[in-house]
């Protein structure tokens, strides 16, 4: 759970992470809302040690940014980033075999100060962005992020059920390359936490908009046919062939030739057709990616909670009641002071006052 004080006035913004409702369930409420249908396509490249995926994330991703709305919305510049970290993200969670959330967050030094992607095993997905900056027209990656080198893009995986004492696994990667130079596309910065991550070469192609977040990756593996999707992986035989296996590397050259445009506008059978019309592949059903948040009364209340009864007061005093907003989806939660009361009446020890929580 991630807690942030805003400036002015005194209220709580949090945003509240754990399980995600069932797809299914998710899913039936996109298709009454009439919405156009999110799709995760998972394919291989018959007798050759590549897969691919390709994700159009439609009615989910209008989903997140109807919800920002009532904050007046984002700036272009971060609504393309924030999109493609949720195809980036959806990708990634459908790419490994995890019981958990796969966060993907990026931070720095600019006007944005946190993007947050967050997505569950069953592709459930929802995302954020703080700004507390002016965004400039046309703003590149680092413009938004990283303006003195300060900035990180952290991968983290959060198990559902930990074992006692387990944490989540999390890798952070800088926004820069080997020479300290800025890099202004986030697919190359996480191709390269792939890189290093799973020694497996990895080609991947974002792109967003205020309609459509979209995404194809492209990935050796050290195995052929159907292992490719059962996570038989060699750690080294493959990294022998880092770098130089042709037939990997003559398919993402194809996936290169892929253009913003045709991501953002052509549909899946259109967009494999005209780049690997040569290559036999094999495609599986797809998946639907949904909108989903989890926050709730209670996990606020527990996060009130964990502040003290001196921070609630003060709150209290101050504007009469305490207002949580859901940066994620939009929901307002207020507790009156008797609410505030019946947090901390079975509580005997009170943890110490805190303004940040995670």
């Given at each position: 759970m991630w807690l942030s004080r805003q400036p002015g006035p005194r209220n709580w913004l949090c945003q509240a992470a754990g399980a995600a409702?069932?797809?299914g369930?998710?899913?039936?409420?996109?298709?009454e809302r009439g919405g156009p249908m999110s799709e995760l396509h998972k394919f291989i490249f018959d007798g050759l040690p590549v897969r691919g995926m390709l994700v159009r994330l439609t009615g989910s991703w209008q989903e997140i940014l109807k919800r920002r709305q009532a904050a007046g919305g984002y700036p272009a510049e971060v609504t393309n980033l924030l999109g493609e970290m949720t195809a980036a993200g959806a990708l990634m969670q459908s790419n490994i075999k995890f019981n958990g959330a796969l966060i993907l967050q990026i931070f720095g030094d600019g006007p944005v100060k946190l993007?947050?992607?967050?997505?569950?095993?069953?592709?459930?997905?929802?995302?954020?962005?703080?700004?507390?900056?002016?965004?400039?027209?046309?703003?590149?990656l680092s413009q938004l992020v990283n303006v003195n080198n300060q900035g990180r893009c952290a991968i983290t995986l959060d198990p559902k059920d930990k074992l006692p004492g387990q944490q989540?696994?999390?890798?952070?990667?800088?926004?820069?390359?080997?020479?300290?130079?800025?890099?202004?596309?986030?697919a190359e910065v996480l191709e390269h936490y792939m890189l290093q991550?799973?020694?497996?070469?990895?080609?991947?192609?974002?792109?967003?908009?205020?309609?459509?977040a979209a995404g194809l990756l492209i990935q050796r593996l050290p195995v052929k046919g159907?292992?490719?999707?059962?996570g038989q992986i060699d750690r080294d035989a493959n990294e022998d062939q880092i770098g130089v296996n042709e037939d990997y590397k003559r398919i993402a050259m194809l996936a290169g030739t892929l253009k913003r445009e045709e991501l953002l506008t052509l549909d899946a059978d259109t967009i494999l057709r005209r780049l690997f019309w040569e290559e036999q592949v094999s495609r599986f059903e797809p998946v639907v990616p949904s909108f989903a948040c989890n926050c709730s009364r209670e996990r606020v209340g527990g996060m009130l909670r964990s502040l003290g009864t001196a921070e609630i007061e003060s709150i209290i005093s101050e504007r009469g009641k305490v207002a949580v907003g859901c940066?994620?989806?939009g929901a307002q939660y207020e507790f009156d002071p008797v609410d505030a009361a019946q947090l901390f009446a079975s509580q005997t020890n009170q943890p110490p006052p805190s303004s940040t929580v995670q």
């Amino acid at each position: 759970m991630w807690l942030s004080r805003q400036p002015g006035p005194r209220n709580w913004l949090c945003q509240a992470a754990g399980a995600a409702p069932p797809r299914g369930a998710a899913t039936r409420a996109a298709a009454e809302r009439g919405g156009p249908m999110s799709e995760l396509h998972k394919f291989i490249f018959d007798g050759l040690p590549v897969r691919g995926m390709l994700v159009r994330l439609t009615g989910s991703w209008q989903e997140i940014l109807k919800r920002r709305q009532a904050a007046g919305g984002y700036p272009a510049e971060v609504t393309n980033l924030l999109g493609e970290m949720t195809a980036a993200g959806a990708l990634m969670q459908s790419n490994i075999k995890f019981n958990g959330a796969l966060i993907l967050q990026i931070f720095g030094d600019g006007p944005v100060k946190l993007a947050v992607a967050e997505v569950q095993p069953d592709l459930s997905l929802r995302a954020t962005a703080t700004v507390t900056g002016t965004v400039d027209p046309g703003s590149s990656l680092s413009q938004l992020v990283n303006v003195n080198n300060q900035g990180r893009c952290a991968i983290t995986l959060d198990p559902k059920d930990k074992l006692p004492g387990q944490q989540a696994y999390q890798g952070v990667v800088p926004l820069y390359g080997d020479q300290r130079e800025k890099i202004e596309n986030l697919a190359e910065v996480l191709e390269h936490y792939m890189l290093q991550s799973e020694q497996l070469d990895t080609k991947l192609i974002l792109a967003a908009d205020g309609s459509v977040a979209a995404g194809l990756l492209i990935q050796r593996l050290p195995v052929k046919g159907q292992g490719n999707l059962e996570g038989q992986i060699d750690r080294d035989a493959n990294e022998d062939q880092i770098g130089v296996n042709e037939d990997y590397k003559r398919i993402a050259m194809l996936a290169g030739t892929l253009k913003r445009e045709e991501l953002l506008t052509l549909d899946a059978d259109t967009i494999l057709r005209r780049l690997f019309w040569e290559e036999q592949v094999s495609r599986f059903e797809p998946v639907v990616p949904s909108f989903a948040c989890n926050c709730s009364r209670e996990r606020v209340g527990g996060m009130l909670r964990s502040l003290g009864t001196a921070e609630i007061e003060s709150i209290i005093s101050e504007r009469g009641k305490v207002a949580v907003g859901c940066e994620f989806c939009g929901a307002q939660y207020e507790f009156d002071p008797v609410d505030a009361a019946q947090l901390f009446a079975s509580q005997t020890n009170q943890p110490p006052p805190s303004s940040t929580v995670q």
